[in-house]
């Protein structure tokens, strides 16, 4: 697996988890009849919060991990390909694509909930719920394309 | 998906020059190995510039590396 494909792995996997815990978070406030805006926006915080700062230290402990794991099989320095070329960046930008048109989407269906009498925290609820499910697809395009070749 | 309509003769000229490795190719004009890998697949075309710098890795001009085959299906 190359350091691009890693980097995608990590936020991938870190994003399905914050996901899950988001929706686990938002079915236990309306489970417990404390789904108002004061809870919601501050889980928006948390979200937004753990994104940034668990996929930055997941991406570099993993790195950290599989390079000594790497070392300790081969028994020599391992060679870090971290280079970004052009095929990496196109990928890149394709994978945004994908985001960007799962974000737009996502946007559209939460603003929907208003057609159908629903007060705004629902559609606050679901607009980053799309943010972050448009990371997922986007992730899962850019791991497709870099298995493919491209 | 259609088949990729630049032909590439990496690999031979790879072979043909002392067994030149994906990852040494990769190293001298600057990409990853797997862009090497994904060009002798002839699943990526590489841009105009990239293609220039492995013609000059092997010596020789660009349309010993790089074909274009009009007849296949576009990618």
């Known amino acids: 697996m190359s350091f691009q494909e890693k980097n995608i792995t990590v936020t991938l996997v870190n994003f399905t988890l914050i996901l899950g815990f988001y929706l686990i978070r938002v079915f236990q406030m309306i489970q417990a009849g404390s ?3 004061t809870n919601v926006f501050r889980l928006w915080g948390i979200i937004i919060a753990l994104a940034i700062v668990v996929t930055i230290f997941a991406t570099i402990l993993t790195h950290i991990f599989s390079n000594i794991i790497l070392a300790i099989k081969t028994k020599e320095e391992p060679h870090i390909e971290d280079i970004q070329d052009e095929r990496d960046n196109l990928i890149d930008l394709r994978g945004t694509k ?17 057609v159908f009498g629903q007060p705004p925290l629902v559609m606050f609820t679901l607009l980053i719920f799309f943010g972050v ?16 070749g491209f | 998906m259609g088949k990729n309509r630049v032909k590439n003769n990496i690999r ?7 067994e030149m490795t994906q990852q040494q190719l990769a190293e001298k004009v600057g990409v990853t190995r797997q862009t090497i890998i994904a060009m002798e697949q002839e699943k990526y075309s590489p841009s105009l510039e990239l293609a220039f710098r492995i013609a000059l890795v092997f010596g020789v001009p660009l ?6 085959d009009a007849e296949a299906e576009p990618a």
């Open chain 2, 63 to 68: 349309v010993e590396v790089f074909s274009y």
């Open chain 1, 35 to 37: 789904f108002n805006s």
């Open chain 1, 98 to 114: 994908v985001t960007y048109t799962a974000s737009s989407i996502g946007v559209a269906l939460s603003m929907l909930t208003f």
């Open chain 1, 133 to 148: 499910l448009a990371q997922i697809i986007g992730d899962i395009s850019r791991l497709y394309l870099y298995r493919r």
């Open chain 2, 12 to 18: 031979k000229l790879r072979f043909s020059r002392d």
